[in-house]
Nanobody
Framework: QVQLVESGGGLVQAGGSLRLSCGAS????????MGWYRQAPGKQRELVAT???????TYADSAKGRFTISRDFVKNTAFLQMSSLKPEDTGVYYC?????????WGQGTQVTVSS
């Protein structure tokens, strides 16, 4: 079982920056993947960025060049640094973690980008 708690969401103007954090706790030896997904109103949840336990990253095309995912492997924490934010980045951002192909989700944190 993995418990995930996100923080760092909020309201920001277009062009601004936010940093999301996700802390993981529970009974696991290693988090194989940690990452971020988001869900905009009326849309499906979509990938934003993930990082494996060896540092391999995957980004959505919309996030490339603007967002950076990082992990603290000792503290089991993931971060998402978001810059040059756009109104279309608005949504609930969910932390995701995977252990032996079993995924867990956080409760989500709201990010709102005003134009």
């Amino acid at each position: 079982q993995v418990q995930l708690v996100e923080s760092g969401g909020g309201l920001v103007q277009a062009g601004g920056s936010l940093r999301l954090s996700c802390g993981a706790s529970g009974s696991f030896f290693r988090l194989d993947v940690m990452g971020w997904y988001r869900q905009a109103p009326g849309k499906q949840r979509e990938l934003v960025a993930t990082m494996t336990n060896i540092g391999r990253t995957t980004y959505a095309d919309s996030a490339k060049g603007r967002f950076t995912i990082s992990r603290d492997f000792v503290k089991n924490t993931a971060f998402l640094q978001m810059s040059s934010l756009k109104p279309e980045d608005t949504g609930v951002y969910y932390c995701y973690a995977e252990v032996r192909a079993f995924g867990s989700w956080g409760q989500g944190t709201q990010v709102t980008v005003s134009s």
